[in-house]
């Protein structure tokens, strides 16, 4: 069975410092992967999303960036993070070219101060 | 473009009552719709679908949800509700070409005794 991790699970960083979250998925081959974001009192906004490795379709113009090294893992970065940066970040899949469901991780809780 | 609408951002309700949940979507074309739970600090979980067929669709947890075209509406309905549906649900239609889901702001439900 198909399972996805993220981590860390929770992170607190200062205003200014740079940025890695990471998201892995098992048990299935050439997923289409996704990174939202869930701010406080708001719905879900799809930041990134890739069809492929070195394929990343942004979303919204931000201080974030996305990079897909391998096939199964996604990677969600800052240079410099900013107090707005705060929320709650999923990663997602589905499969490659299937009008269907999309299976989240458990989310990574970032505060920056 | 297509986009979901969820009107209530919450809902309170007695345990034992039943309940629904709105969404209304806006498209031209044909849709494929979600409902996802969301429980505290957690990833998204996926209730139910409709992607074609039956206009009727049951999910988990006792959930069902009806597709009612003519008036855009998919919405989210249990007839007996407990302590434990307490979350956030969301309403989704995919689009993108089917890459993408784009998410309603939400619906916290909050279920008393």
């Known amino acids: 069975s198909q399972t996805i991790h993220q981590w860390p699970a929770t992170l607190v960083q200062p205003v200014g410092s740079p940025l890695s979250l990471e998201c892995t998925v098992e048990g299935t081959s050439n997923p289409n992967l996704y990174w939202y974001r869930q701010a406080a009192g708001r719905g879900l906004q799809l930041l990134f999303y890739?069809?492929?490795?070195?394929?990343i379709s942004s979303e919204v113009p931000q201080n974030l960036s996305a990079s897909r090294p391998q096939d199964r893992q996604f990677i969600l970065s800052s240079k410099k993070l900013l107090l707005s940066d705060s929320g709650f970040y999923l990663c997602?899949?589905?499969?490659?070219?299937?009008?269907?469901?999309?299976?989240f991780g458990p989310g990574t809780r970032l505060t920056v101060l | 473009a297509q986009s979901v609408t969820q009107l209530d951002s919450q809902v309170p309700v007695f345990e034992e009552a039943p309940v629904e949940l709105r969404c209304n979507y806006s498209?031209?074309?044909?849709?494929?719709l979600f409902w996802y739970v969301q429980y505290p600090n957690q990833g998204l979980q996926l209730l139910l679908k409709?992607?074609?067929?039956?206009?009727l669709v049951k999910g988990i947890n006792g959930f069902e949800a009806e597709f009612n075209k003519s008036q855009t509406s998919f919405h989210l309905r249990k007839p007996s509700v407990h302590i434990s549906d307490t979350a956030e649900y969301f309403c989704a239609v995919l689009t993108g070409g089917g890459n993408k889901l784009t998410f309603g702001t939400g619906t916290q439900l909050k279920v008393e005794l």
């Open positions: 498209s031209s074309v044909s849709v494929y």
């Open positions: 997602a899949w589905s499969a490659l070219g299937a009008w269907d469901e999309q299976f």
């Open positions: 409709y992607l074609s067929g039956s206009t």
């Open positions: 890739s069809v492929g490795i070195g394929q």
